[in-house]
């Protein structure tokens, strides 16, 4: 079979490999299409800060059973399915809890254990969730970042009528902006450096679509909000100018939160947190839970995953792939491979 492995920086191969063998407990699946997120560039850039290379990556998917263990039920082959892939102990205390998102011992598929950019990938059966109905392959793919932004927006305490700033237009700050206005908010800014990213916010939602390379966007959030400002900020990006436009235009006693990757440590306007009594709150991936309810989401047609998914390519085209999701920020939302 094919597999797709990052093997240094900027170097991608595809390989040619034996089909994984299951155990008794493991399902095999076979991979129809694989999402490229932002933390996956950052790792085929070398700048992830908690990947090492090598790594097969891939986490977003969509796929079909192609065989089952004898001690595994509720999944058969033929089956239409994503994957949760998280990799959790069971044992820890945020285990017990139901918060495996935060597990003393996470692995992320793709991350600190080979994804499922292959044809075809073997996985434990809790990770494996069916597909319903109503759902096409391709969208699919986009049930783990939506996932990721339903658990933000549940996270952040949103009410209804709530204006909010979501700071940056890739998939996560788009798919933050369609959970934030199904919660309620009735003012939505968005910011980001390209046109195209922004013209997708304003067709999802937002109020105001800002480019920060033309428009100060704390000015921006003072001439139309007051001095007020913001009641809830989301920093999408990763970046030390987000995450302290983020603190600059949060409203006093308010939360701001952080769900952008850092590729390194950067100063913050402490200073002004204290000052201003505000919370920065990280968010990590979800719950299964919040990913059971962005599938229903999409299903429902509540949350829109067409208009992100910009090219797909297949799968002897992943280094072209990746390039393309490097190079055309400004065009590309959400790059897909196909199996």
């Given at each position: 079979m094919k597999r797709v492995r990052i093997v240094a920086p900027e170097r991608i191969v595809v390989e040619d490999v034996e089909v994984p063998r299951i155990g008794d407990g493991d399902v095999l699946v076979a991979t129809k299409y694989c999402g490229i997120c932002g933390s996956e560039i950052h790792a085929y850039l070398g700048r992830h800060p908690f990947t090492t290379l090598p790594i097969v990556p891939g986490h977003e998917c969509?796929?079909?059973?192609?065989?089952?263990?004898?001690?595994?039920?509720?999944?058969?082959?033929?089956?239409?399915?994503?994957?949760?892939?998280?990799?959790?102990?069971?044992?820890?205390?945020?285990?017990?809890?139901?918060?495996?998102?935060?597990?003393?011992?996470?692995?992320?598929?793709?991350?600190?254990?080979?994804?499922?950019?292959?044809?075809?990938?073997?996985?434990?059966?809790?990770?494996?969730?069916?597909?319903l109905e109503g759902i096409s392959l391709t969208e699919a793919t986009l049930i783990e970042p939506f996932a990721v932004a339903v658990h933000a927006v549940r996270k952040s305490g949103i009410e209804i009528g709530s204006r909010v700033a979501i700071l940056?237009?890739?998939?996560?700050?788009?798919?933050?902006l369609q959970c934030a206005r199904l919660a309620g908010a009735s003012d939505v800014v968005v910011t980001d450096i390209y046109?195209?990213?922004?013209?997708?916010?304003?067709?999802?939602?937002?109020?105001?679509?800002?480019?920060?390379?033309?428009?100060d966007p704390i000015e921006f959030v003072r001439e139309s909000f007051g001095a007020e400002g913001i009641d809830l900020v989301f920093e999408c990006v990763g970046v030390e100018a987000t995450v302290n436009q983020a603190i600059q235009m949060a409203r006093k006693g308010t939360r701001v939160m952080v769900i952008g990757v850092f590729e390194r440590d950067v100063p913050v306007k402490i200073g002004l947190v204290q000052d201003r009594e505000l919370e920065l709150v990280g968010s990590l991936m979800y719950s299964r839970e919040d990913f059971r309810d962005a599938m229903?989401?999409?299903?429902?047609?509540?949350?829109?995953?067409?208009?992100l998914i910009s090219r797909i390519y297949g799968i002897d085209q992943a280094d072209e792939a990746f390039k393309f999701a490097v190079a055309e920020k400004g065009r590309a939302v959400k790059v897909l491979v196909s199996v």
């Open positions: 969509s796929g079909v059973v192609a065989d089952v263990g004898k001690d595994v039920s509720g999944l058969s082959v033929g089956q239409r399915v994503t994957v949760i892939p998280q990799i959790t102990c069971g044992r820890c205390y945020n285990c017990r809890i139901g918060r495996y998102n935060i597990c003393k011992d996470l692995k992320v598929m793709g991350f600190q254990a080979d994804g499922v950019l292959a044809e075809y990938f073997a996985v434990k059966p809790k990770c494996v969730v069916p597909l940056g237009a890739g998939t996560i700050g788009l798919s933050v046109d195209h990213r922004l013209r997708l916010a304003r067709g999802l939602g937002a109020d105001h679509a800002i480019n920060v390379r033309t428009t229903r989401m999409m299903r429902d047609g509540e949350l829109k995953a067409e208009p």
